[in-house]
Nanobody, 123 residues
Framework: VQLQASGGGLVQAGGSLRLSCAASGFTLDDYVIGWFRQAPGKEREGVSCLSSSGGRTFYANSVKGRFTISRDNAKNMLYLQMDSLKPEDTAVYYC?????????????????WGQGTLVTVSS
């Protein structure tokens, strides 16, 4: 069982990045998916989560209107489109999957984690 995140990098403020996460060893169809981030010296926080059906979403207030989470079950992939990036978005971003029905977009509920991809936004 593995999640592999990619797509991080260095971008100027106002720019965009698209993070991708490939799942292997299991099928994402029945999983709640999520993106979390951890900045230096801070706790890992939930950025966005999406239910297995796609009918429920959560976005942290700090990213609402700028980030979009999506999934492609046929490809066993999840994505995070990040627009209008700000320096405070700088962090390591992690993808995660939760087999249970929709719960809070909180770290402790998620079963599987990717290795993280670094996003750096310069001012």
């Amino acid at each position: 069982v593995q999640l592999q995140a990619s797509g991080g990098g260095l971008v100027q403020a106002g720019g965009s990045l698209r993070l991708s996460c490939a799942a292997s060893g299991f099928t994402l169809d029945d999983y709640v998916i999520g993106w979390f981030r951890q900045a230096p010296g801070k706790e890992r926080e939930g950025v966005s989560c999406l239910s297995s059906s796609g009918g429920r979403t959560f976005y942290a207030n700090s990213v609402k209107g700028r980030f979009t989470i999506s999934r492609d079950n046929a490809k066993n992939m999840l994505y995070l489109q990040m627009d209008s990036l700000k320096p405070e978005d700088t962090a390591v971003y992690y993808c995660a999957a939760d087999k249970s029905p929709w719960r809070l977009c909180t770290r402790r509920y998620f079963d599987y984690w990717g290795q993280g991809t670094l996003v750096t936004v310069s001012s």
